[in-house]
T-cell receptor, first 113, second 117 residues
Framework: AQSVAQPEDQVNVAEGNPLTVKCTYSVSGNPYLFWYVQYPNRGLQFLLKYITGDNLVKGSYGFEAEFNKSQTSFHLKKPSALVSDSALYFCAVRENQGGKLIFGQGTELSVKP | EAGVAQSPRYKIIEKRQSVAFWCNPI?????LYWYQQILGQGPKLLIQFQNNGVVDDSQLPKDRFSAERLKGVDSTLKIQPAKLEDSAVYLC???????????????FGEGSRLTVL
């Protein structure tokens, strides 16, 4: 069965510092991996995806994520955090042969000035 | 381009009452999804439509939840009777088609927050 885990409920970083939000997954076949962001009282917004190809994928708002097959991870990164990046981040996985899009429980990112 | 529209944004009801949520997807999007997001958890798929047909409703509690998309455009999700554990945000999402939904992004509405007292 597919599953995805975000081991940190909350990540705190100072503005200007690099940030990492962790995600690990489990699927039977090849994974399709996604990151979404949710601002307060808003719906989820797509950030980036990994389907195939280069392990480092770039997305919206300067975010990037690295697919690591051996560690079954897909961590979200940004070189320099902004206060406006503060939000709830969700990792999601789908098995490439079909199946549901499974979301992690979310990680709250707080960026302080 | 207009996004996914949902209403109402907020609803408070007592247990055993009924409630209905409405969703209008992005124009031209054939695939529509209803997700339940309980506080502190990630969204969970309740039902997925392709046009007016159901693709997946395996996680829909069919004894109390129902959903329809009669003309293949907008959709309604109903809960009757509501239980305390139904308190959640109900998110509607859409994608151009099934393939786009599997490999690309889903477009989410702002959600309908339900509180059951």
């Amino acid at each position: 069965a597919q599953s995805v885990a975000q081991p940190e409920d909350q990540v705190n970083v100072a503005e200007g510092n690099p940030l990492t939000v962790k995600c690990t997954y489990s699927v039977s076949g090849n994974p399709y991996l996604f990151w979404y962001v949710q601002y307060p009282n808003r719906g989820l917004q797509f950030l980036l995806k990994y389907i195939t190809g280069d392990n480092l994928v770039k997305g919206s708002y300067g975010f990037e994520a690295e697919f690591n097959k051996s560690q079954t991870s897909f961590h979200l990164k940004k070189p320099s955090a902004l206060v406006s990046d503060s939000a709830l981040y969700f990792c999601a996985v789908r098995e490439n042969q079909g199946g549901k899009l499974i979301f992690g429980q979310g990680t709250e990112l707080s960026v302080k000035p | 381009e207009a996004g996914v529209a949902q209403s109402p944004r907020y609803k408070i009801i007592e247990k055993r009452q009924s409630v209905a949520f409405w969703c209008n997807p992005i124009s031209g999007h054939a695939t529509l999804y209803w997700y339940q997001q309980i506080l502190g958890q990630g969204p969970k798929l309740l039902i997925q439509f392709q046009n007016n047909g159901v693709v997946d409703d395996s996680q829909l509690p069919k004894d109390r939840f129902s959903a329809e998309r009669l003309k293949g455009v907008d959709s309604t999700l109903k809960i009757q009777p509501a239980k305390l554990e139904d308190s959640a945000v109900y998110l509607c999402a859409s994608s151009l088609d099934l393939l786009a939904g599997r490999t690309g992004e889903l477009f989410f509405g702002e959600g309908s927050r339900l509180t059951v007292l």
